[in-house]
């Protein structure tokens, strides 16, 4: 079946370095992908999204580029803040009857001044 | 614009008491509509989606169901809680066909069962 497959966190960072996510799937047929983040204490938040092959997704600094030849949507973003520190989930949604989301195991970044 | 409800917003209940979370969405109609639950520092495990009125699907065997009895209304409900029960509950609510399945996610229901 579906699956998505992202690095095991946690990430800690300084500010203003690179970050990158990893985030891997498998699927049949051509599911969209999304990045969700979660605050601590509160529900998810959509991040970004690519609804096809070579698609970018873009918010808030962050983006990830739908990859079909490597099955990757790796999670970018140039420099961090501490305001970035949160849990991110890969996901992907298969376009079939009540479009399951299937999420990835989530990755903790913290993000130290 | 769209917005979704859930409440309680937190909640504290005996093993073996009933539960009742209530989700409401705004601002849609057919959403498609789902329950989920994260366990303390885990992913999202999904337990039941609706894609309209009276229509539950249930992901996994538990003694949790799932009613919808009104096209934007969704309730998670238990007869007998069980220690295990304990978790963060997230409703979400997502377009239907036709268009990018995006989700939308509630504030969440922290429940702890002692």
């Known amino acids: 079946g579906d699956s998505v497959t992202q690095m095991e966190g946690p990430v800690t960072l300084s500010e203003e370095a690179f970050l990158t996510i990893n985030c891997t799937y498998t699927a049949t047929g051509y599911p969209s992908l999304f990045w969700y983040v979660q605050y601590p204490g509160e529900g998810l938040q959509l991040l970004l999204k690519a609804t096809k092959a070579d698609d970018k997704g873009s918010n808030k600094g962050f983006e990830a580029t739908y990859r079909k030849e490597t099955t990757s949507f790796h999670l970018e973003k140039g420099s961090v803040q501490v305001s970035d520190s949160a849990v991110y989930f890969c996901?992907?949604?298969?376009?079939?009857?009540?479009?399951?989301?299937?999420f990835g195991a989530g990755t903790r970044l913290f993000v130290k001044a | 614009s769209q917005t979704i409800h859930q409440w309680p917003a937190t909640l504290v209940q005996p093993v073996g008491s009933p539960l009742s979370l209530e989700c409401t969405v705004e601002g849609t109609s057919n959403p498609n509509l789902y329950w989920y639950r994260q366990a303390a520092g885990r992913g999202l495990q999904l337990l039941f989606y609706?894609?309209?009125?009276?229509?539950i699907s249930s992901e996994v065997p538990q003694n949790l169901s799932a009613s919808r009895p009104q096209d934007r209304q969704f309730i998670l409900s238990s007869k007998k809680l069980l220690l295990s029960d304990s978790g963060f509950y997230l409703c979400?609510?997502?377009?239907?066909?036709?268009?990018?399945?995006?989700?939308?996610f509630g504030p969440g229901t922290r429940l702890t069962v002692l």
């Open positions: 996901a992907l949604t298969a376009h079939t009857g009540g479009f399951k989301t299937i």
């Open positions: 979400a609510w997502g377009p239907g066909q036709g268009e990018t399945p995006t989700q939308y």
């Open positions: 609706s894609v309209g009125i009276g229509q």
